[in-house]
């Protein structure tokens, strides 16, 4: 997949996907697999996912931008333009089609989901973009919503399902296990005392916070995913008081991760964060928590 953000070369005819796709779940993996369909090479106009919204606003990622365009290479696009939102904020909907899609991407056909919306403040739906495109002898598809379990596949539902715990419903939403990474920082070391050593990790401010608790969870180390147990929260039986934090055992797992960039998915919610009376009672619970982890 070529990334023609900061180097900016005219790609052949394409059939480009747009839009923020901020978490590439089935819905949104439906209007990527759309532009297969057409003539063009396929490719993707989307933003950078952490300059999406207006700096004043908090982002709620259902990935990092590193692992969204990891996850677009599989997919075989080849052309790829992500800007940061502000380079394009002020674009009318005719700003946007010229500038963009057709000076920039050599755009033949426009694939987009029904709720897209474009230009100043949103003002242009899916069937006024489709109506401005044919003006100039562009193609557009608008992709109907896509629905599993009863829900519409949609980024908000997603969130408020993992904010809420449901994080299995959620990863069936998503076509996979939501996650997060970061780099492992020295924690107090109880866990390691207790006989359950944890990888710790900030969890990131740009990425939607799931509920407080303990989940069943995955981790990648040097490209190795172990199963593991992952509690996220903020330490209630030690105190810890900064921000929310993601601890996790890796199960059989002893090496040394400091510095390290971890990659974190979770299966399964547990139970919720609580307080415990003393250490022993928690490394109990610890105990009860790894056996239920997914071997």
Known sequence: MTDITHNIIKPPPTAVAVGFFDGLHLGHMEVVKETFRHDG???MFTFHSDTALPKREKTENLLSNDMKLEKLAKTGLEYIYSPDFDTVRNYTAEDFIVRVLMKIMNAETVVCGFDFRLGAGGGCDAEQFKKLCADHGIDTVIIPPFSLDGLIVHSTVIKNLIK???????????????????????????????GFPTVNQIFPENIVMPRFGVYTSTAEVDGVIRSSVTNIGVKPTVGYKDKPLSETHINDFDGDLYGKTVRVRLGRFLRPEMKFDSVERLKEQLAIDKSKSDI
């Open 164 to 194: 809420e715990g449901s994080i299995e419903q959620a990863n069936r939403l998503l076509g996979y296990n939501f996650g997060f990474e970061g780099e492992v920082i020295y924690g107090s070391r109880l866990g390691r005392t207790l």
């Open 41 to 43: 090479a396929p490719a």
